[in-house]
């Protein structure tokens, strides 16, 4: 059974950095892509970032390039969001997800989630 448990996240200084990790079982990640969405209060759920199975990495937040950066760790198997420089509007409630081999900013494309995390950056 495919299961993703996040961790990290929390409260956080506009301006400052925070890494998220998502260890993943059942599976392992040179043959599952790991994408990394968000949501906000009222808002959709929007594509942040994905990490192929084969290892290249994806940037959705085309409003924020380069502040995200996704890495993973094979041995954990465990994928990590690293970010940035981050701003009040950068809050909240972080996910991430697997499906086979392929990278895609649609959410319902995935069908394994993690239990989301809360980021909080505050002004």
């Known amino acids: 059974q495919l299961q993703l448990v996040q961790s990290g996240g929390g409260l956080v200084q506009s301006g400052g950095s925070l890494r998220l990790s998502c260890a993943g079982s059942g599976f392992t990640l040179d043959t599952y892509a790991i994408a990394w969405f968000r949501q906000a209060p009222g808002k959709d759920r929007e594509g942040v970032s994905c990490?192929?199975?084969?290892?290249?990495?994806?940037d959705y937040n085309h409003s924020g390039q380069g502040q995200f950066t996704v890495s993973r760790d094979i041995a954990k198997n465990t994928a990590y969001l690293q970010m940035d420089s981050l701003k009040p509007e950068d809050t909240a409630v972080y996910y991430c997800?697997?499906?086979?081999?392929?990278?895609?900013?649609?959410?319902?494309?995935?069908?394994?989630w993690g239990q989301g995390t809360q980021v909080t950056v505050s002004s």
């Open positions: 990490i192929r199975s084969d290892g290249s990495a994806i």
């Open positions: 997800a697997a499906r086979h081999n392929f990278c895609t900013p649609r959410y319902p494309d995935y069908n394994s």
